[in-house]
């Protein structure tokens, strides 16, 4: 029953900013790593971002270093992406996942939310 739920996408230009939140419910994700994928027209899924819920670990994609920031919010329940700088090879659609475990990486999430586009005019 766990459920993942995205919302904060929208147009931005390039140069921009934008917040994106993923309200998670159903269980106690004190032992899960958390993690932010996009895909864009024509490209397969990639990985963006990943930390673990208890300690707050990070790890991200070298295509975003510098630029986007994962965070969660326990009291709220929820993680964020903050993605500053974007460019047009951000546009995408973004999804929030999850895994069981506290190992940060790029694969084995098990839990995806619907979805949220992100379009970076030029």
């Known amino acids: 029953q766990v459920q993942l739920v995205e919302s904060g996408g929208g147009l931005v230009q390039a140069g921009g900013s934008l917040r994106l939140s993923c309200a998670t419910s159903g269980r106690s994700f004190s032992a899960y790593t958390m993690g932010w994928f996009r895909q864009a027209p024509g490209k397969e899924r990639e990985f963006v971002a990943a930390i673990s819920w208890s300690a707050g670990s990070t790890y991200y994609a070298d295509s975003v270093k510098g630029r986007f920031t994962i965070s969660r919010n326990k009291a709220k329940n929820t993680v964020y992406l903050q993605m500053n700088s974007l460019k047009p090879e951000d546009t995408a659609v973004y999804y929030c996942?999850?895994?069981?475990?506290?190992?940060?990486?790029?694969?084995?999430?098990?839990?995806w939310g619907q979805g949220t586009q992100v379009t970076v005019s030029s």
């Open positions: 996942a999850a895994k069981v475990g506290t190992a940060l990486s790029r694969t084995g999430y098990t839990y």
